[in-house]
T-cell receptor, first 114, second 112 residues
Framework: NAGVTQTPKFQVLKTGQSMTLQCAQD?????MSWYRQDPGMGLRLIHY???????DQGEVPNGYNVSRSTTEDFPLRLLSAAPSQTSVYFC?????????????FGPGTRLLVL | GNSVTQMEGPVTLSEEAFLTINCTYT??????LFWYVQYPGEGLQLLLK???ADDKGSNKGFEATYRKETTSFHLEKGSVQVSDSAVYFCALSDHGNYQLIWGAGTKLIIKP
C-alpha cells in the first residue's frame, strides 16, 4: 500500500509556463483534495473532489485546474505559472467526504516559479 | 465563519519538559477537531482527533480534550522527546461542510 503519492517532488518553472502536478492514491478513497502551504498561513484548499467525475473549488482556486477521471488520480494543472504560486503543494485523500474523516497526505511538491 | 487559532511558534523546550500547544476555534455547529503533525520534509499525518464534546483524543503520548464550553482543543504531552520536533496543526471540520479549516501551525523545537 503506497498511500498517497505525488510527483514531482520539486519543480522550477518560469513565469507563464504550465505544468501538471500528479497525485495518486491506492486506498480506494472517494474524497481527494489539493492544498497549498505557505509560511505562517497553514494550509489552504485549492480544489477538491468527492468522487470520479466530480470536482469543486476550494478557497484559492484561481490559476489552477483539476479533473478526476478515475478514483485513483487527481492531477492539478497550473495554467500559466506566476511567482505567487511558489509554494508547497499537498494532495490528500480520505475514505469519504464527511465530518471526522481522517485525511491522508502525500509527501508534497515544492514549486518555485521564477 | 469557521476559524482556528493556534499559539504562535516556535515553541522551544528541553527534553522531558511538559508541552502545551493552545488551539481555540470558532464554529457555527458541532465540529470535529483534529491535530495533525508535519515532520521535517514530510507531509502531514493525523496525530489525534475528537468528534464530540468532552471526547479525548490520544496518540503517542499526546492528548487533547474537546472543550465546547471554552471552544478549545489544546494539545498536551507530559514529557517531550527530541523526536517530537515538528510542526503541529490544529484543524476542524464542521457538520455540513466537511472541508478542513486549518490553524497556521506551531513549530515545536525540542533540545536535548
Amino acid at each position: 500500500n503506497a498511500g498517497v503519492t505525488q510527483t514531482p517532488k520539486f519543480q522550477v518553472l518560469k513565469t507563464g509556463q504550465s505544468m501538471t502536478l500528479q497525485c495518486a492514491q491506492d486506498m480506494n478513497h472517494e474524497y481527494m483534495s489539493w492544498y497549498r502551504q505557505d509560511p505562517g498561513m497553514g494550509l489552504r484548499l485549492i480544489h477538491y473532489s468527492v468522487g470520479a467525475g466530480i470536482t469543486d473549488q476550494g478557497e484559492v482556486p484561481n490559476g489552477y485546474n483539476v479533473s478526476r477521471s478515475t478514483t485513483e488520480d487527481f492531477p492539478l494543472r497550473l495554467l500559466s505559472a506566476a511567482p505567487s504560486q511558489t509554494s508547497v503543494y499537498f494532495c490528500a485523500s480520505s475514505y469519504a467526504a464527511g465530518t471526522g474523516e481522517t485525511q491522508y497526505f502525500g509527501p508534497g511538491t515544492r514549486l518555485l516559479v521564477l | 465563519g469557521n476559524s482556528v487559532t493556534q499559539m504562535e511558534g516556535p515553541v522551544t523546550l528541553s527534553e522531558e519538559a511538559f508541552l502545551t500547544i493552545n488551539c481555540t476555534y470558532t464554529a457555527t455547529g458541532y465540529p470535529s477537531l483534529f491535530w495533525y503533525v508535519q515532520y521535517p520534509g514530510e507531509g502531514l499525518q493525523l496525530l489525534l482527533k475528537a468528534t464530540k464534546a468532552d471526547d479525548k483524543g490520544s496518540n503517542k503520548g499526546f492528548e487533547a480534550t474537546y472543550r465546547k464550553e471554552t471552544t478549545s482543543f489544546h494539545l498536551e504531552k507530559g514529557s517531550v522527546q527530541v523526536s517530537d520536533s515538528a510542526v503541529y496543526f490544529c484543524a476542524l471540520s464542521d457538520h455540513g461542510n466537511y472541508q478542513l479549516i486549518w490553524g497556521a501551525g506551531t513549530k515545536l523545537i525540542i533540545k536535548p
